[in-house]
C-alpha cells in the first residue's frame, strides 16, 4: 500500500467514530505525521463542536514538529466561517508544509478554496487520495449538497412469502419478522442517522415509537405523513422522546408524487439523511420516483396466508449477512 494511502485509510477509519452526531456537518478524519509517525490524530465532535482538523492538531503534544508535518484529511479543509472558524486558517497558522486531501469539498461554501487558501500560503497540497472510498464516506454529505436531497435509505422486512405485515392481527403492534439481533441493528442504523420516515397507515396500524432504544445513540427526527389529517394525538410518534415532523395537506400536494415534495422539504430543514421504514406504500412511492440510495432488505422464515406484499424495487446486491434465521441484502440504486 501507498504512503499517502495508508494514511487516507486510517482517517477513514477513525472518521467514523463522529457517524450519528456530526449531522448537517460532514464526518470528517485527520492524521498528522512527522517522519513516518503519527503525531496526532481527530474526528469531527458532534455538531457545534471543533472539525476533525482542529481536534488532530490538538492532540500534537510538541506543537514545533507540526513545521515539518504532514496532515492529510478526508475532505478538503473548510474555508468560511461557520459555528467554528476556517480550518485552512488553523493548519496555515502552524505552519504546517504539507497536505494530503482524500477529496475536494464541492458544497458552494467551501468548493476549492480551502486548496486556494493553503496554496497561497505556500502549502504544498495533493488531492485525489482514495478518492472514490472518500466520496463513498462522505455519501451522505455529497448526496444533501450535490443532490439537494437527503440521503435515502429504504428498510423494511418481509416474510419467506414476500410480505411485509399479516392482513389481519389481534394487537396495535408490530408483527415481528426479524429476531432481536436483527432488530437491534435496526436500532443502531437509527442513531446513526438524522431523520426516519413512515406512512400514516404504520403509526395508525403498528403505533411505532421510532426511537433508538436497544442501542446507545441519538434518536433520529421522526418524519410522519398524515395524508388524512387524522393521526391520534396519543400516538408514540408524539411523545417528547424525539422531535416529530407531521407532513399533511397543508405541506404536501398528496395528489402528485410525493417523494420528490418530501425531499425538497427535508432539504430546506437541512436533514442530510433519512431512513424510509415503511409501509409498503410509502417505500414503493420513493422506489417509483427513483429517489433512494440503498435498500436494507431483511428476509425471515416466517410464512403469512396474507397480508401486504412487499415492495418491488431493481438495484443491484452490494453484500448480504446471516443474523441467526434471518439474511439481510444490502442493494444500491445505480
Not at 47 to 55: D, L, M, Q
Not at 275 to 287: D, V
Amino acid at each position: 500500500m501507498k504512503i499517502h494511502e495508508k494514511y487516507i485509510k486510517r482517517c477513514i477509519e477513525i472518521a467514523k467514530n463522529g457517524l450519528g452526531t456530526t449531522r448537517p456537518n460532514p464526518m470528517v478524519g485527520c492524521v498528522i505525521v512527522h517522519n513516518n509517525l503519527i503525531i496526532g490524530e481527530g474526528f469531527t465532535s458532534p455538531y457545534g463542536g471543533p472539525h476533525a482538523e482542529v481536534n488532530a492538531i490538538g492532540s500534537v503534544n510538541n506543537k514545533v514538529l507540526l513545521k515539518e508535518a504532514t496532515l492529510y484529511v478526508t475532505l478538503e479543509p473548510c474555508s468560511h466561517f461557520g459555528k467554528t472558524p476556517p480550518c485552512s486558517d488553523l493548519i496555515i497558522k502552524h505552519q504546517i508544509p504539507k497536505v494530503i486531501i482524500g477529496t475536494i469539498d464541492d458544497n458552494s461554501l467551501v468548493a476549492g478554496q480551502g486548496i486556494k487558501k493553503l496554496k497561497a500560503a505556500g502549502c504544498q497540497v495533493t488531492v485525489g487520495i482514495l478518492e472514490q472510498e472518500c466520496k463513498q464516506h462522505h455519501k451522505r454529505f455529497f448526496t444533501f449538497h450535490n443532490k439537494k436531497r437527503p440521503y435515502i435509505i429504504l428498510k423494511w422486512a418481509e416474510s419467506a412469502n414476500g410480505f411485509i405485515a399479516p392482513k389481519t392481527k389481534k394487537e396495535q403492534k408490530p408483527v415481528w419478522i426479524t429476531n432481536p439481533y436483527s432488530r437491534q441493528l435496526v436500532h443502531k442504523w437509527r442513531a446513526e442517522e438524522q431523520a426516519i420516515l413512515v406512512g400514516g397507515n404504520t403509526v395508525i396500524k403498528d403505533n411505532p415509537s421510532l426511537t433508538v432504544r436497544d442501542w446507545a445513540g441519538q434518536h433520529p427526527t421522526r418524519i410522519v405523513l398524515d395524508k388524512h389529517d387524522n393521526l391520534p394525538k396519543t400516538a408514540s410518534v408524539f411523545n417528547n422522546e424525539a422531535k416529530t415532523i407531521v407532513f399533511t395537506p397543508e405541506h404536501l400536494n398528496f395528489g402528485n408524487p410525493i417523494a420528490s415534495q418530501i425531499c425538497e422539504q427535508l432539504h430546506q430543514q437541512n436533514i442530510t439523511s433519512v431512513i424510509i421504514e415503511g409501509g409498503t406504500k410509502t417505500l414503493q412511492t420513493f422506489i417509483n420516483e427513483n429517489l433512494w440510495d440503498e435498500a436494507r432488505v431483511f428476509y425471515g422464515n416466517n410464512f403469512f396466508e396474507d397480508g401486504t406484499k412487499a415492495p418491488t424495487f431493481i438495484g443491484t446486491l452490494i453484500s448480504k449477512q446471516h443474523i441467526l434465521n434471518d439474511t439481510l441484502k444490502y442493494f444500491s440504486n445505480d
